[in-house]
């Protein structure tokens, strides 16, 4: 079956970095666009970054682009997020999620990886 | 950005009763292709979210038929017929015709 391990976040001081991980297994990950959604404590979801299936086009949303950078390694079946120049206001929740055929349609979603900026 | 709004931020339902929560987007989410890329999440407490509906009306696997989406152009609907206790959680309607996707701010569904 489909699973989706997220791993990398933890408490980091605003300006600084961190790389979060999602380990794909149970579906052929090369064949599908992925995505990194987050929530920050107690409110909605918002997508962030999405990387085709070959890893030839990645977009991103206005508040992170130039500092966050999504990548993919099909030779590991794995899924990254390297975050930069981090924000008090990017603590949230950080889930993996697959695409399913294209516009996002978000089929399974890993358990997530929290990422706190503080001082 | 594609704006979701969801018409209520809680719904109190008794048991065995119906819940309808209402999504409207800021534009028609009808793609070139003809497809609708509206999709409805339940978020349960503790857990990820997890795609109950995809394209309008398209229940997903191991989705129990009780519950429906229908709508339109920009106005959509998610039906849960005989809520049961397992339903409960906050509920999201996502779009994913334009970049970026864009959730509503989601409906919490609880028991009364």
């Known amino acids: 079956q489909v699973q989706l391990v997220e791993s990398g976040g933890g408490v980091v001081q605003p300006g600084r970095s961190l790389r979060l991980s999602c380990a794909a297994s149970?579906?052929?990950?090369?064949?599908?666009?992925m995505h990194w959604v987050r929530q920050a404590p107690d409110k909605g979801l918002e997508s962030v970054a999405v990387?085709?299936?070959?890893?030839?086009?990645?977009y991103y949303r206005d508040s992170v682009k130039g500092r966050f950078t999504i990548s993919r390694d099909t030779s590991r079946d794995t899924l990254y997020l390297q975050m930069n120049s981090l924000r008090v206001e990017d603590t949230a929740m950080y889930y993996c999620?697959?695409?399913?055929?294209?516009?996002?349609?978000?089929?399974?979603w890993g358990r997530g990886t929290l990422v706190t900026v503080s001082s | 950005e594609v704006v979701m709004t969801q018409s209520a931020l809680s719904q109190p339902v008794i048991l065995g009763q119906s819940a309808s929560i209402s999504c409207r987007s800021s534009q028609s989410l009808v793609y070139s292709d003809g497809n609708t890329y509206l999709n409805w999440f339940q978020q349960r407490p503790g857990q990820s979210p997890r795609r109950l509906i995809y394209k309008v009306s398209n229940r997903d696997s191991g989705v129990p038929d009780r519950f429906s989406g229908s709508g339109s152009g920009a106005d959509f609907t998610l039906k849960i017929s005989r809520v049961e206790a397992e339903d409960v959680g906050v509920y999201y309607c996502?779009?994913?015709?334009?970049?970026?996707?864009?959730f509503g701010q989601g409906t919490k569904v609880e028991i009364k």
């Open positions: 990387i085709s299936f070959d890893g030839a086009n990645a």
């Open positions: 149970g579906f052929t990950f090369s064949s599908y666009g």
């Open positions: 999620v697959k695409e399913d055929g294209g516009h996002s349609q978000f089929d399974y």
């Open positions: 996502m779009q994913g015709t334009y970049w970026p996707p864009t």
